[in-house]
């Protein structure tokens, strides 16, 4: 299994970016896609998820109302929208994947991991 996330970048606050992660190697079914961030000195915090099948979600209270997570199964991708960003949001983004049909804000709960996109997000 291999995820290849993409979509970071710079932009001003209270602007937008769409996050990417392109799955390989098997079919997602019955499985969690998580998205993490990490800032400087700071843990890997859950960030928002789904369950890849059945659509149900979960968000961080942190991006509630302002990041949509979504899966394109035709193209075994999973988005992650982020409308109205603020500084706060600056990190590295991580996807992930659960072996579970159950949403787990842990990190070591994942299995798979894509590599990071930054985020930065300008005042």
């Known amino acids: 299994v291999q995820l290849q996330a993409s979509g970071g970048g710079l932009v001003q606050a209270g602007g937008s970016l769409r996050l990417s992660c392109a799955g390989s190697?098997?079919?997602?079914?019955?499985?969690?896609m998580g998205w993490f961030r990490q800032a400087p000195g700071k843990e890997r915090e859950f960030v928002a998820g789904?369950?890849?099948?059945?659509?149900?979600?979960y968000y961080a209270n942190s991006v509630k109302g302002r990041f949509t997570i979504s899966i394109d199964n035709a193209k075994n991708t999973g988005n992650l929208q982020m409308n109205n960003l603020k500084p706060e949001d600056t990190a590295v983004y991580h996807c992930?994947?659960?072996?579970?049909?159950?949403?787990?804000?842990?990190?070591?709960?994942?299995?798979?991991w894509g590599q990071g996109t930054q985020v930065t997000v300008s005042s």
């Open positions: 992930a994947i659960r072996a579970s049909r159950v949403i787990n804000t842990a990190p070591s709960e994942y299995d798979y």
């Open positions: 190697g098997r079919t997602f079914n019955n499985h969690v």
């Open positions: 789904i369950i890849w099948n059945f659509g149900s979600t």
